[in-house]
Structures are given as C-alpha cells and as structure tokens.
C-alpha cells in the first residue's frame, strides 16, 4: 500500500504579504492550512517599523520578505509558541513578555507547543527540504529585550502600548495603539477557534485578559491568526466567551 505524501514548496514563495490600510502588512505563510497559520504583522513607522511574531522559522523570514532589512525595525513576539517564533532568531534583538522570556531563551519543543501540534497535518505542501516535522528545532534569539505591561513601544510618529494579557499564555501580550484604534491582539483572540487549554492557560486570567481588551475603543484587530475584523466584532466575541464561560 503506497503512503501519500504532500508536494513542498519552494522558499520563494513560501511567504505571502499583504498590504493593510493604517501602513500594516501582514505576512503569512499560505502552505500551512489556515487553523495553524501565523499573522506575521509588520508595522511601518517614520523612524522605526514593528514587527509582531515570526511564524514557522522552516523557510528564513528576512531572506525571502524584503520589506524586514530596508530599515531599523523592532522585534516583538506576542507570545512563545512555536509558530509564532520560529524566526525569531532572524532579528538582532527580539521583546517579549518577561514571563515567558525563558522559553525564548531555551525554546524547546514542549514548552513551545512543538511537541504537541507540529506535524505533516499542519500543511497543504511541506517547506522545502531538508525540513522534517520531527527534526524541528527552534533557534533561540541572540538577544532578548522583556517587556512589561504598560510600556510604550516608539515607532517616532506611532506609539504602542503593550498590553499584559495572559491566559493563552503566561506571557502574551497585545499591542495597542491608541491614536489610531489599532489592536494587535496576539493568540488571545482572533476570529476562530481559540486555544484555552494547553499546558500553561490559566481559565481566570484569560477572563481578565478578555475583559481588559473588551474596554478598549478598537477600531480595528489584527490576531494571531486568521483575518482582521473590526472592534465591533471584538466586543461581541468577548461578550460571548464570557457568556459561555461563565467566568
């Protein structure tokens, strides 16, 4: 009996970017099937741009995106699951919520929820070879800046304020930029099936979390994954998960 293997793609068209109104481009990687598929969310600034999460690291980031080496840029990652820091280590420095700085430090694949999601499932084509699911590794950034709730990250002519919301993780965070209405919101919520229950989610902090975002005057959300949508929405899934949660 023969076993059917999926085709792989190739590095140059491994990612895909699109451009957003408010100067965000999200960038993505189109071979893994949506459910699994990292936001990569770049930022354009007028001294400096953002960047928010890395996705897979199977394919290098930098090399086949452009847009990540025409300027000074900060590195932030939103949380420290494996598709969302894969090429973290791409960048010279890389921020992160001081409460998973150590899994970004040591990023093995059991606390990084390699171990537990990372298969040939994940995808519609492979990356192109050598890659092996079962040989992936994560390389740890050289150095890693933390972040804490309430600091302001400074784009010159944009300002962000990161947002402490765990409960998906201990240390995820969201972005938001007030002035504009804008919210990256990281794995807490997007708009599809959310993850509340690995290893490290904590049921009454997600609560919180939810009901912090559900205060703010979002104009629009971009999530750790699937589509943006609008702050209307936001208030509406949270309403709902707190409804159904009863927390």
């Not at 740890?140 to 302001?152: C, F, M």
Request: hydrophobic fraction near 40%.
């Amino acid at each position: 009996m023969s076993r059917f293997s999926l085709p792989r793609g190739d590095a140059e068209n491994w990612y895909r970017t699109t451009s957003l109104d408010d100067g965000i481009t999200r960038i993505d990687e189109p071979a893994i099937k949506p459910f699994y598929r990292c936001n990569i969310w770049h930022v354009r600034g007028r001294e400096r741009d953002l960047l928010v999460d890395f996705g897979l690291g199977a394919v290098p980031l930098r090399r086949q995106v452009p847009l990540l080496s025409e300027r000074d840029l900060i590195a932030v990652a939103s949380h420290t699951h494996f598709d969302h820091i894969g090429s973290a280590h791409e960048f010279d420095c890389c921020h992160v919520h001081a409460a998973e700085a150590d899994i970004l430090a040591d990023p093995d694949n059991a606390r990084t929820l390699a171990d537990a999601f990372l298969d040939d499932a994940m995808f519609d084509a492979l990356p192109p070879a050598p890659f092996e699911h079962h040989r992936y590794r994560i390389a740890p950034p050289t150095r890693i800046a933390t972040l804490e709730d309430g600091e302001i990250i400074d784009l010159g002519d944009r300002r962000f304020e990161v947002i402490h919301t765990p409960g998906h993780s201990p240390g995820g965070i969201a972005l938001w930029e007030a002035a504009s209405g804008i919210l990256i919101s990281g794995d807490l919520i997007y708009d599809g099936p959310l993850i509340e229950d690995v290893y490290h989610s904590n049921a009454r902090d997600y609560a919180a979390s939810m009901r912090r975002l559900r205060e703010l005057p979002a104009r629009v959300v971009h999530g750790g994954h699937f589509p943006s949508f609008s702050g209307a929405r936001l208030h509406a899934m949270i309403d709902d998960w707190l409804r159904d949660h009863a927390l």
